[in-house]
């Protein structure tokens, strides 16, 4: 059966809204962890250095630390060494509910000179080496059996099959960027290993999921040191005991408890509560108690071309200031240090079209987590 793009593009809304109302309905948080490959896929290969087994053995030790946490789930797209068709896998995230997607590989290149660690996020990109990532994890689909059917056509090495695929993660980008930094952070900061950035490529196993989605590449098997780590029992801890700590700081500055906890003050307890409350009555005020020093401020954008900070720019927003992280330039609408103010602020950016705002918290110039700020 053929489907003209709009009725494609209102089937997929449709979709999407029965999604993020199950999704509401979720008490736990949900993280759909995607070892890449598997079966006759065997993805990049060096000598005994097999990229099915690293990123199964490594998706297994970040879902084994993640099930420790009381308030996290976990769902595999795979859990064994059986080949799942790339399209199945964002189609298993969404019918789990989940609330990131996490999908794990590794690099491989006929050179034993590169090496590092680089976390996706959905996008188009010209960058050749990006392209090439993209190409390479998309030829997957060749495997399956009438791909082109499956696929619509989409050709994996044809940079024009490409350009479609960006839609439905637009409404995630800025989440799967922070959750992409908070990985790769982990990865340099705790172990040390190269950091190659957060990137940007068209990969079609994270365009399909309603949620924000990251593609993870550990390393590279085709470098003879890296490639031992990678398929080490040490090594393919220490990468899960990273992506784990991303995805708990994630979890812990967008979903934690300590997003909307308050504290009930009576009328004596402070100037504030004081003015707005008569002295004769014995009515409390809910505020949220904020750590010292701490400024919010409301992440409306992220991309890597520089914008001139003008309201025509922003959906007419003003007060948008910049901060370069990485390569990066990530865009910010205004400032308070008022959480309850800053709620109003994000409401504005979401009013105004910036769908995907969300609000970050600054201590000395630093982002810090939710749960740290709201003391």
């Given at each position: ?84 068709a790339v399209k199945e896998r964002s189609v298993m995230a969404n019918n789990s509910n989940g609330n990131v997607f ?274």
């Amino acid at each position: 059966m053929k489907y003209s793009h709009s009725k494609l593009f209102t089937l997929l809304t449709l979709l999407f809204l029965s999604v993020s109302v199950l999704a509401q309905s979720n008490s736990k948080f949900r993280v759909v962890l995607d070892p890449g490959h598997g079966g006759k896929d065997s993805g990049t290969n060096h000598g005994k250095n097999v990229e099915k087994d690293i990123v199964l053995a490594v998706a297994l030790e970040v879902g084994k630390i993640l099930k420790k946490e009381s308030d996290i789930e976990v769902v595999y797209t795979r859990d064994s060494d059986v080949f799942v068709a790339v399209k199945e896998r964002s189609v298993m995230a969404n019918n789990s509910n989940g609330n990131v997607f996490v999908s794990i590989h590794c690099n491989g290149v006929n050179s034993n000179a590169a090496y590092g660690t680089e976390t996706y996020v959905m996008g188009l990109s010209k960058n050749k080496s990006n392209l090439d990532v993209a190409k390479t994890e998309n030829s997957v689909i060749m495997l399956e059996d009438d791909y082109k059917t499956q696929y619509a056509g989409f050709d994996p090495k044809s940079p024009e099959s490409i350009i479609g695929l960006t839609l439905i993660q637009e409404d995630y980008i800025h989440q799967s960027i922070d959750l992409a930094s908070r990985v790769q952070d982990s990865f340099t900061n705790d172990l040390k290993r190269k950091n190659r950035g957060v990137k940007q490529g068209p990969f079609w196993v994270l365009h399909g999921a309603f949620m924000p989605s990251v593609l993870i590449e550990l390393g590279f098997v085709s470098n003879k040191e890296e490639g031992a780590y990678l398929s080490s029992k040490k090594g393919q801890k220490e990468l899960a005991e990273s992506i784990a700590t991303g995805i708990i700081q994630y979890k812990k500055a967008y979903y934690s408890n300590g997003v909307s906890s308050s504290v009930t003050v009576k009328e004596n307890q402070s100037k504030e509560v004081k003015k707005t409350t008569p002295a004769k009555e014995k009515k409390t005020v809910t505020v949220t108690k904020v750590s010292k020093g701490v400024v919010f401020k409301v992440q409306i954008a992220a991309s890597t071309r520089v914008l001139a900070l003008k309201p025509q720019n922003f959906k007419g927003l003003k007060n948008v200031t910049m901060i370069k992280s990485g390569n990066l330039n990530k865009y910010y609408y205004s400032e308070t240090s008022s959480y309850d103010e800053a709620e109003k602020l994000l409401k504005e950016a979401k009013d105004k079209g910036h769908s995907s705002s969300f609000i970050v918290p600054f201590k000395n110039g630093k982002i810090i987590t939710l749960e740290e700020a709201l003391k």
